[in-house]
Antibody, heavy 124, light 112 residues
């Protein structure tokens, strides 16, 4: 079964760092783009960025460039989303999702497999 | 404000047909980029409903269909059922700046 399993919920203080993870299984991890999507409480979906684990090619939304870091460790089929200094406004649900088309040329396809989501709460 | 514009809400009675629009511009839908649609039931992750503007992934009922024309796209749901009550999002790609994926603001479908 193809699946993405995300790390558990996090509660952090403003200014702290955080890395959440997304482990793929059931498919060749290195050959599909993995994206990250933010959903703030009661709000819509926001595309944050995407990585191709095969060569670590990474692209960011202009809204999130410089605010987060996306990485991947292909040896353990895991993608990461990282913050160096959290803010209260980072409180949200974060999803990872796999592009539906195999290959590294383009990343603007639909996302067919989603993780269960990781809740991040940032509060003093 | 989202790059892709969707109506905040739509509603319909069981059995009826509803459509959800997704309006973009010449740098995204109008540039020929595909539109994808997602259904998000309360408390769950989004589910891919339509890919490539009009293709249904395996397992998606044929009550759901997608189309695209010019700078807009639409999701149509026929034979509305109570279980269709959810949030729906469109997604495309915008070639402005360095290029990035964009979502619509989402539409809440209420089954009356």
């Amino acid at each position: 079964e193809v699946q993405l399993v995300q790390s558990g919920a996090e509660v952090k203080k403003p200014g702290e760092s955080l890395r959440i993870s997304c482990k793929g299984s059931g498919y060749i991890f290195t050959t599909y783009w993995i994206g990250w999507v933010r959903q703030m409480p009661g709000k819509g979906l926001e595309w944050m960025g995407i990585i191709y684990p095969g060569d670590s090619d990474t692209r960011y939304s202009p809204s999130f460039q410089g605010q987060v870091t996306i990485s991947a460790d292909k040896s353990i089929s895991t993608a990461y989303l990282q913050w160096s200094s959290l803010r209260a406004s980072d409180t949200a649900m974060y999803y990872c999702a796999r592009n539906s088309i195999q290959g590294g040329d383009d990343y603007y396809y639909g996302m067919d497999v989603w993780g269960q989501g990781t809740t991040v709460t940032v509060s003093s | 404000q989202s790059v892709l514009t969707q109506p905040p809400s739509v509603s319909g009675a069981p059995g009826q047909r509803v459509t959800i629009s997704c309006t973009g511009s010449s740098s995204n839908i109008g540039a020929g980029y595909d539109v994808h649609w997602y259904q998000q039931l309360p408390g769950t992750a989004p589910k891919l409903l339509i890919s490539g503007s009009s293709n249904r992934p395996s397992g998606v009922p044929d009550r759901f269909s997608g189309s695209k024309s010019g700078t807009s796209a639409s999701l149509a749901i026929t034979g509305l059922q109570a279980e269709d009550e959810a949030d729906y999002y469109c997604q495309s790609y915008d070639s402005s700046l360095s290029g990035y994926v964009v979502f619509g603001g989402g539409t809440k479908l209420t089954v009356l």
